[in-house]
């Protein structure tokens, strides 16, 4: 029983003596961070090849490329020693994000590139790449999916003169009403109905009905539109 440690012992040893901590060389720095830097601009590349969002932006692509980089860096430093480790957890426990994110995918890319650190970080380059290689492909592939039928928002701005007209047109459209704005001098339509290969051509027939002012179709995403 004498020669067991127990966990007191351990915290003890790891702060009273610097050889508890490892070293780091600066070969496994170097090939950490660039393993990371090339993963990360493989994510930032498949983020830009699949965005389907309203605006690209720049800036949010760019900190996947960080993220992966700085994650390699924390878990290279906390795995130099115990009680480190469990500083930086209690450290990085309070913070938090307060940026919303509207796109569920782009979770997704945050995940992938704080898993790219993590595995870099303790050196399982193999999982890093074969992982991200996999993931990369996945998107891709789903990305170019074509979805057969997508939401659309028609919204049609006319006058009383164009009821009847307009009745019977929308009889023939599978549709639902979202919104009904009534005016003094027009009524605002705002219809939901779902289009397969990009069928638009009965725009033009509703903006040549008789008292319809304009028409508007819009992709419909649920938290937006584009």
């Given at each position: 029983m004498g020669d067991s440690l127990n966990f007191q012992d351990v915290v003890k040893k790891s702060i009273l003596h610097l050889e508890a901590f490892r070293n780091i060389s600066y070969i496994d720095i170097l090939m950490g961070?660039?393993?990371?830097?090339?993963?990360?601009?493989?994510?930032?590349?498949?983020?830009?090849?699949?965005?389907?969002?309203?605006?690209?932006?720049?800036?949010?692509?760019?900190?996947?490329?960080?993220?992966?980089?700085?994650?390699?860096?924390?878990?290279?430093?906390?795995?130099?020693?115990?009680?480190?480790?469990?500083?930086?957890?209690?450290?990085?426990?309070?913070?938090?994000?307060?940026?919303?994110?509207?796109?569920?995918?782009?979770?997704?890319y945050m995940f992938w590139a704080i898993s790219v650190g993590i595995a870099t970080g303790a050196k399982l380059y193999p999982v890093s790449l074969l992982g991200s290689v996999a993931i990369g492909a996945a998107l891709l592939f789903l990305s170019r999916r074509k979805i057969r039928e997508q939401p659309y928002l028609l919204i049609i701005r006319h006058t009383d003169e164009a009821i009847g007209e307009l009745r019977i047109r929308l009889r023939q459209m599978n549709y639902s009403v979202k919104s009904k704005t009534v005016r003094k001098n027009f009524t605002e339509l705002t219809l939901e109905m779902r289009l397969r290969d990009d069928n638009t051509a009965f725009v033009n027939e509703f903006s040549r009905i008789e008292g319809v002012q304009d028409v508007s179709l819009i992709n419909y995403t649920g938290d937006y539109a584009q």
């Open positions: 961070l660039a393993v990371s830097f090339g993963i990360g601009m493989f994510i930032y590349y498949i983020y830009r090849k699949t965005f389907r969002g309203v605006v690209y932006s720049y800036n949010y692509n760019v900190t996947f490329v960080l993220m992966s980089m700085i994650t390699t860096l924390i878990i290279m430093t906390i795995s130099t020693n115990i009680v480190l480790s469990l500083g930086m957890v209690g450290a990085l426990s309070i913070v938090r994000f307060r940026t919303a994110v509207k796109d569920p995918l782009d979770i997704v």
